[in-house]
């Protein structure tokens, strides 16, 4: 299997990662990433646990420091830029197992979430569109984010991302611990999102429900980016999923469904 490279388009890309290498102390942990995310399209990173999928999240969100390589957002640098001043710029991060501040209330967590906004009004038009979108956080804005359930969790987790009106939503593992159906109503709300025009990089622990919210797709071995390809080729190849993923091949609603509509 041959090298991937960044698919290229004349027009600037809403994100550019070049040549990124991340370590956590003397352990490297990226070698030399190359993406690019296009305006509107939501683009899933896949592979097997520990290849580097996370890191590459929190490397564009601040959350850690590349060693060497650049992050271009709208085609100004990003990199080494703190996390609060990336928010400013448009890029917001809903973390691995959600981290909601757990004894604030639902609300208390959305207007943290929309530190941003000076405008109260602006603030509280957020916060009604995330209760529009996610109706059980209505119910629960008084309760303490720290008792709702890991589904509730996550619904809060995405809102409270939305709070900052990003450009570009990183999503990282949303459906980890959820039951089926809550998986499915948490991916059914990503491609809502994508539809009106936000653009996505998502990390996803099933690989058959990623490709099929995503248009495009990277997959990562070892800290290494080694295929990209369009999500629904990669549906089908299931020796490259294989060879990737370790025999990962439970197939998903959601990814069967994503085939009968090509």
Not at 45 to 70: V, Y
Not at 95 to 120: I, K, Q, Y
Request: net charge positive.
């Amino acid at each position: 299997m041959s090298h991937a490279s960044v698919p290229m388009t004349d027009s600037e890309p809403l994100l550019a990662v070049e040549d990124l290498h991340v370590a956590y102390g003397k352990t490297a942990a990226l070698h030399g990433v190359n993406l690019r995310i296009d305006r509107g399209e939501t683009v899933a990173l896949i592979g097997a646990n520990g290849a580097g999928k996370s890191t590459t999240l929190r490397t564009i969100s601040g959350l850690l420091a590349p060693a060497r390589g650049r992050i271009r957002f709208k085609g100004a640098s990003i990199a080494g830029c703190r996390p609060d001043q990336i928010v400013r710029q448009g890029i917001a991060h809903s973390p691995e197992e959600r981290h909601v501040w757990p004894a604030m209330s639902v609300a208390e967590n959305l207007s943290l979430g929309g530190f941003t906004c000076r405008d109260r009004r602006e603030l509280d038009r957020r916060i009604e569109a995330v209760y529009q979108r996610f109706p059980r956080l209505r119910e629960r804005r008084q309760q303490l984010a720290g008792t709702l359930s890991g589904g509730e969790q996550q619904m809060l987790a995405i809102g409270r991302a939305l709070m900052c009106a990003p450009e570009l939503l990183l999503l990282d593992e949303p459906s980890l611990g959820l039951s089926p159906l809550m998986t499915h109503e948490v991916l059914t709300v990503v491609r809502e999102l994508n539809a009106q025009g936000v653009t996505i990089l998502l990390v996803e622990q099933n690989v058959h429900n990623a490709l099929a919210v995503a248009t495009r797709a990277y997959v990562y071995d070892t800290g290494r980016i080694t295929v990209s390809r369009p999500a629904r080729e990669l549906l089908d190849d299931h020796d490259l999923l294989a060879a990737y993923l370790g025999g990962q091949s439970a197939h998903s609603p959601l990814a069967s469904r994503r085939r009968t509509q090509s």
